[in-house]
C-alpha cells in the first residue's frame, strides 16, 4: 500500500516512521510520503488560506494549492486503487470495519484539513475522479487533521498481511467480532490479593471460551449497548444469553 499525506505541519505525522508503522515499512507492505502542502503555493508567503464565503469566524483553506498536491500525487489518469480520506468533524464515523476496506485500498491520500476546513470543491472535484471519504473519529473537535490520520494510518496498519506478529489477536480483539473483548490476564496468580479467575487457569479451553465470550457479552451490553442491537442475530449462538 502507497500512502501520502499533505498537511501544512508534515511534523506532526513524524510517528509515521515508528515502532508497527515502521516495521510494515520495513516488511514492504507500506509506502508513506508526508508532504507539506505549501510546496503547491507559489506566493512569496506561501498563503494556503483565506476568508471564508458567507463571512463566519476563521480562515477556509484555499482550493488551488489542494488541487495541484492531489494532481501531483494521483496524476490524472492515475487514479487507479487511489482513495481520497478527508478527517474533518463532519465526515462519517470511522470505525473497524473502514479500517478494513481502506486497508483493501492500493494508494490512500490523506488531506489534513485546519482553520474551519478544506473548501469544498477540493473534496468536490477529486470525487469526479477517485473515491473520497470525508471521516470522523468521534464528535469532537480538534485543530486539524493530522492526529486523526496517525490513528487511522495505525488501525488501518496493523491489518496488513505481515504487520502483526501474531495474526490470532487479529481474531479476537475488540470489534472483531463485534463484541468488546473479554479481560486479559498473567502470572502472577495472585496480585494485591487479587486472583486470576480460575476458570482460565482450568485448562479446559471449551469452558475457557465460553467464559470469555460471556464476559465479552456481558462487557459489551453494560458499556456499548449501541454494538448489541446491531450484533447480526447469527453471530449470537445458542449458549448465548436471550439475545
Ligand atoms: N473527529 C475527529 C476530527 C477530525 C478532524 C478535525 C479537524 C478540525 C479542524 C480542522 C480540520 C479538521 N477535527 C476532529
Known amino acids: 500500500m502507497r500512502v501520502d499525506v499533505v498537511s501544512i505541519f508534515p511534523e506532526y505525522l513524524a510517528p509515521l516512521g515508528l515502532s508497527l508503522i515502521g516495521r510494515a515499512r520495513a516488511a514492504g507492505v507500506l509506502d508513506v510520503g508526508v508532504h507539506d502542502l505549501r510546496a503547491w503555493t507559489h506566493d512569496v508567503h506561501r498563503t494556503v488560506d483565506d476568508t471564508p464565503y458567507g463571512g463566519g469566524p476563521g480562515m477556509v483553506m484555499r482550493p488551488e494549492p489542494w488541487g495541484e498536491a492531489l494532481d501531483s500525487l494521483v496524476p490524472p489518469g492515475e487514479e487507479s486503487g ?26 490512500l491520500v490523506f488531506a489534513c484539513g485546519r482553520y474551519e476546513g478544506i473548501d469544498q470543491r477540493v473534496l468536490e472535484h477529486a470525487g469526479t475522479r477517485m473515491p473520497v471519504t470525508e471521516v470522523s473519529l468521534g464528535d469532537y473537535v480538534l485543530f486539524g487533521g493530522e492526529v486523526a490520520v496517525l490513528v487511522i494510518m495505525e488501525a488501518v496498519t496493523r491489518l496488513l498481511p505481515g504487520v502483526l506478529g501474531n495474526a490470532d489477536s487479529l481474531a479476537e480483539e475488540s470489534h472483531a467480532h463485534g463484541l468488546l473483548e473479554a479481560p486479559v490476564y498473567t502470572k502472577p496468580p495472585s496480585w494485591r490479593g487479587l486472583d486470576v479467575p480460575e476458570i ?15 464476559q465479552a457479552l456481558v462487557r459489551t451490553a453494560r458499556r456499548r449497548p449501541d454494538m448489541l442491537a446491531v450484533l447480526p442475530a447469527e453471530r449470537l449462538d445458542k449458549r448465548d444469553v436471550a439475545a
Do not use: C, K, Y
Open 200 to 214: 482460565l487457569r482450568s485448562g479446559d479451553h471449551g469452558r475457557i471460551a465460553r467464559w470469555r465470550r460471556d
Open 82 to 107: 487511489a482513495r481520497l480520506v478527508v478527517p474533518t468533524p463532519a465526515g462519517v464515523r470511522f470505525d473497524q470495519a473502514m479500517a478494513h476496506e481502506l486497508a483493501a485500498e492500493s494508494h
